[in-house]
């Protein structure tokens, strides 16, 4: 029994996120091809080594001082 499932776009979101940089001209294809194999090793033990939980309330990414903080979706609201 899966008790927490994960929708196909925020999996397609991660997917374009790790395969595209943004730019000034926005989101082009990343160039994968000047990693050493030994870069990529490192991203694909990270991604291995990431938990993830389930949050105990809606939270949302937003931007806070040229950064982005996660606050709870009511606090986000505006």
Same mark, same amino acid.
């Not at 899966?2 to 990343?30: K, M, N, Q």
């Not at 949050?55 to 606090?75: H, I, L, R």
């Given at each position: 029994?899966?008790?927490?499932?994960?929708? !196909? =776009?925020?999996?397609?979101?991660?997917?374009? =996120?790790? +395969?595209? #940089?943004? #730019? %000034?001209?926005?989101?082009?294809?990343?160039?994968?091809? !000047?990693? !050493? #194999? =030994?870069?990529?090793?490192?991203?694909?033990?990270?991604?291995?080594?990431?938990?993830?939980?389930? &949050?105990?309330?809606?939270? &949302?990414?937003? +931007?806070?001082?040229?950064?982005?903080?996660?606050? +709870?979706?009511? %606090?986000?609201?505006?």
């Amino acid at each position: 029994m899966v008790e927490h499932e994960v929708a !196909d =776009r925020y999996l397609a979101e991660v997917i374009y =996120r790790l +395969s595209t #940089t943004e #730019t %000034d001209e926005g989101f082009v294809p990343a160039e994968y091809v !000047d990693l !050493d #194999t =030994r870069h990529l090793g490192s991203i694909y033990e990270g991604l291995l080594e990431h938990e993830f939980e389930v &949050a105990p309330e809606a939270y &949302a990414a937003v +931007s806070e001082g040229g950064n982005q903080v996660w606050k +709870s979706a009511q %606090d986000a609201l505006v």
